[in-house]
């Protein structure tokens, strides 16, 4: 499934929030991973999980305070769970940005998520009325509290769901049904979820190592992200969400193809007739697992891109699962702005099998295009292609200097 608009309009963001335990506000969150800090803590017995892991876990006191502040400006009737007071918090932080309507029937609310509050199942989890388990259910919570009229899209696609929600939004904008699409990725850690990713054996006890020969698994994180999308014909000095794809080789329940199928293809239908020499980087899943590094470098040479930087932000939030795809590509057009490939926290030595050009120090670039990654449990994988439009005045300018003359009159 491919998605690119031939209209000649563009889906360009307008606004973006990021929340987690480095921060609240995107401004917060880059500062932070730019200067290679990382909340990545080990815990032991937490919440009686029987084994310590290492996680970037949120302070939920803080968080709690933080929402208190925004609490009078939505309507009121509910009690919110921790997922849902992540997501208001990222969302409101995104709008204060964006200048739009959130109460405009012609915005959209789009959410990703793998788990939501699953957390509700455990019987020593405390129920309010309101509260519910469904995303669908959650999800038209949020909307009512924030005041919009549509029904909300929720999109659940194991580790890929945030570039899968940003996917939906561009389809639901270029069918011209709605004007903007306000799309958030939330997750939170609980007991359930630690301890099945135990039975995988995929958690790494110690601060993870993406691409990495002594990699040995991953860590988790809790963070909520939102980008704020708007289908426009003048997208100058706006990142645009160029081409998007989601590729299924259903190679295995929770292994990835060891030929990188899936995400060589979702890489080639987004690549397709661009030049690679204008991107930047490749923001990789990089989770820090045996599999999955090893997967993405073949599928990174396959696709004829083993010459671009890669990156990974994993050693700063963890996985962070439905808020991944989200949170890792605001980064990313951050850094780029900043004209900075952020450093892969936790590589010292390359550990895969093609030689991938990570590094474990930020890297200078003037380019402004980049591909994010993703693939997750089921053989399913995503990519979307981001673009910087260059404003009027600096297009002028960069003409000007290539032709190196100017007509005065």
């Given amino acids: 499934m491919e998605e690119e608009m031939d209209t000649g309009e563009m889906i360009a963001k307008i606004g973006d929030c990021i929340v987690s335990p480095l921060g609240y506000g995107t401004g917060e969150n880059y500062e932070a991973v730019k200067a290679g800090k990382s909340m990545l803590t080990t815990y032991s017995g937490w919440h009686d999980v029987p084994q310590p892991f290492t996680a970037s876990l949120m302070d939920w006191d803080q968080v709690h305070s933080h929402f208190l502040s925004i609490a009078n400006g939505l309507a009121s009737g509910a009690q919110c769970t921790r997922f849902e007071q992540l997501c208001l918090l990222a969302i409101t932080g995104a709008l204060a940005t964006a200048g739009i309507d959130i109460a405009s029937p012609r915005v959209l609310l789009v959410f990703s998520s793998t788990k939501g509050n699953v957390e509700l199942l455990d019987s020593r989890s405390p129920r309010c009325p309101g509260q519910s388990v469904l995303l669908g259910v959650t999800a038209r919570k949020i909307a009512r509290l924030l005041g919009n009229p549509n029904t909300p899209i929720t999109?659940?696609?194991?580790?890929?769901?945030?570039?899968?929600?940003q996917i939906v939004a561009m389809r639901a904008l270029e069918s011209g049904r709605y004007d903007c699409a306000v799309v958030t990725g939330a997750d939170v850690q609980s007991r359930f979820i630690v301890s099945g990713f135990q039975?995988?054996?995929?958690l790494s006890p110690v601060a993870c190592k993406p691409f990495d020969r002594d990699r040995c698994g991953l860590n988790l994180g809790e963070a909520a992200a939102?980008?704020?999308?708007?289908?426009?014909?003048?997208?100058?000095?706006?990142?645009?969400a160029a081409r998007g794809a989601i590729r299924n080789d259903a190679n295995h329940i929770s292994g990835p193809s060891r030929t990188g199928e899936g995400s060589y293809r979702a890489l080639r239908a987004v690549l397709q007739g661009q030049d690679l020499s204008k991107i930047a980087m490749v923001n990789c899943h990089g989770t820090s697992t045996l599999y999955n590094d090893e997967m993405e470098s073949i599928a990174i040479d396959r696709a004829g891109l083993i010459g671009i930087p890669v990156n990974t932000?994993?050693?700063?939030?963890?996985?962070?699962?439905?808020?991944?795809?989200?949170?890792?590509?605001?980064?990313?057009m951050h850094s780029i702005d900043?004209?900075?490939?952020?450093?892969t926290r936790g590589f010292e030595r390359?550990?895969?099998?093609?030689?991938?050009?990570?590094?474990?120090?930020?890297?200078?670039?003037?380019?402004?295009?980049?591909?994010?990654?993703?693939?997750?449990?089921?053989?399913?994988n995503a990519a979307i292609l981001y673009k910087k439009i260059a404003d009027e005045t600096s297009q002028h300018h960069n003409n000007t200097k290539e032709g190196e003359t100017s007509c005065t009159g």
């Fill in 226 to 240: 939102t980008i704020i999308y708007k289908r426009t014909a003048q997208a100058h000095g706006l990142w645009t």
């Fill in 338 to 343: 900043d004209h900075t490939v952020l450093a």
């Fill in 199 to 202: 039975s995988f054996h995929a």
């Fill in 350 to 380: 390359l550990g895969v099998s093609h030689p991938v050009k990570v590094s474990n120090e930020n890297r200078y670039t003037a380019k402004q295009e980049f591909v994010k990654l993703l693939s997750g449990f089921g053989g399913c």
């Fill in 155 to 165: 999109v659940s696609n194991a580790c890929i769901s945030g570039l899968c929600a």
């Fill in 313 to 332: 932000l994993k050693g700063y939030y963890g996985h962070t699962m439905g808020a991944a795809g989200v949170l890792e590509a605001v980064l990313s």
